[in-house]
């Protein structure tokens, strides 16, 4: 739905996101065995984990870590409000429309579908009925989304009516445009619930097959849900509210059959993403916060308290979607916010003395998400979209900039000590 909206009002942008996360699959496939394997060995069960144990390793300070795990866990735990809230608008959008209900009302019962749904399935429930909603999906896209573009369009001819920034590309700009393919496709190995597959794969060559057999399978939909949204705008124009714009298409292409089948079809999906976003951010909480630790809480507790943060997390989500029911940026903000994880990621898994530049991590961090929190209180306020989608270019920069500062420092810190213990050997 996120796709189709931002079709609607992007054009083209919204594939080479598409693209952006092919290329980012392509990366992982490099990274897939060294992820799995780790995971294993240490007994990790999340990004946020991965970070923190690889950059507290060996810290015995009791305020740094503490202060480190909270600030990787607490970010990752506000992404995925984003994309939770997301889920929430997504449903209660449909709710509304398909059945006459009130938007508050169809947010209310968004929710607690989705709380019962997690607490009672959890993520085995995801895995067996995400398999039964794709098919879902691929049915609903070979009988009402492609027969409908093409019927839209006049079998695409009519595309050329539209802007022309829509059609190349750059109706978001050229920032937005250039900084995918190198801000966003690496941005693949910061993704929680890709880190959770990857950790669960049957063995480091599952994980690395599948990371490539995802890129290149994901490819299609991020051209047709675009398209859907972009045949809507040659066929309605600029009027529609851009939340709506999956529904408006399916109430013109379907009958009541197909139009109850496609709701329920979405509706089920989004529950199901809903649920994976609320496991994984609650897992975060209970795990992550306390995983520079060497001891945990048995899995009985665990359990009890993983249920509680649903809860919790579940009615702040389900406020966001009240106070910022717009599906395009709370998806563009969630999607950024991963971004700013990418530097110290990829310095996580490609050097082994990583520990040592814990401080220029934290600091590397913190600084772009300064930045991008800057850019989200101005572009929320003042309703800039355009700013809020290229708010990760800036962010990422400063959040590289700063790590790469922080490296220099440390490098001269150490060279200054063994200067220190060398003097004091020759005396």
């Known amino acids: 739905m996120g796709l189709i909206a931002l079709g609607y009002t992007s054009g083209l942008a919204a594939v080479a996101i598409g693209l952006a996360y092919v290329l980012g699959f ?15 060995e240490h007994n990790i069960y999340s990004f946020a984990e991965f970070l923190n144990k690889r950059y507290l390793k060996g810290y015995k300070n009791s305020a ?30 449909l709710l509304h429309h398909a059945f006459d209900v009130g938007y508050v009302a169809a947010a209310g019962i968004s929710f607690v579908l989705v709380i019962s749904y997690t607490a009672l399935a959890g993520l085995s429930g995801v895995i067996v009925t995400d398999s039964i909603q794709f098919i879902v999906i691929v049915i609903m896209i070979a009988a009402i989304f492609i027969p409908g573009i093409i019927r839209d369009t006049n079998g695409l001819s009519n595309l050329k009516t539209l802007p022309a920034n829509m059609l190349n590309g750059t109706s978001e700009g050229w920032v937005f445009l250039i900084g995918l393919p190198f801000l966003l496709a690496p941005s693949v190995l910061t993704r ?50 851009p939340d709506h714009a999956t529904f408006e298409f399916l109430g013109n292409h ?19 993403s809903a649920d994976s976003f609320l496991n994984i951010v609650a897992m975060t909480a209970v795990r992550d916060f306390r995983s520079y630790k060497q001891n945990f809480q048995d899995k009985e507790t665990s359990f009890k ?58 600091w590397s961090v913190l600084s ?20 809020l989608k290229i708010a990760f270019v800036p962010a990422t920069i400063i959040a590289t900039i700063g790590l790469f500062i922080g490296l220099n420092l440390e490098k001269r810190r150490q060279r200054k000590l063994n200067k220190v213990k060398i003097e004091e050997q020759w005396k």
């Open 26 to 40: 392509f990366i992982l496939y490099f990274f897939a065995q060294r992820i799995r394997d780790y995971g294993e």
């Open 64 to 93: 740094f870590p503490k202060t480190f795990s909270a600030l990787i866990s607490g970010i990752n735990i506000i992404i995925f409000f984003f994309l939770t809230a997301a889920q929430f608008v997504g449903m209660a959008t």
């Open 192 to 241: 929680m619930d890709i880190w959770q597959r990857t950790l669960s794969a049957k063995s480091a060559k599952t994980a690395k097959r599948t990371a490539w057999i995802s890129g290149l399978s994901m490819l299609p939909f991020y051209i047709i849900f675009p398209l859907v949204g972009m045949a809507l705008r040659v066929d309605f124009g600029e009027g529609i509210d």
């Open 254 to 272: 379907t009958g009541a059959f197909f139009l109850g089948f496609a709701t329920i079809g979405l509706l089920s999906a989004l529950m199901s």
């Open 305 to 362: 308290r993983i249920r509680i943060a649903v809860i919790i997390f579940g009615a702040i989500a389900l406020t966001m979607a009240l106070f910022f029911a717009d599906i395009v940026n709370l998806f563009v903000a969630g999607i950024t916010m991963n971004i700013l994880f990418t530097p110290i990621t990829l310095l996580a898994l490609i050097r082994k003395d990583v520990y040592q530049y814990k401080r220029a991590a934290f």
């Open 368 to 387: 772009g998400t300064g930045v991008i929190l800057v850019i989200f209180i101005v572009g929320f306020s003042t309703g800039n979209d355009s700013l």
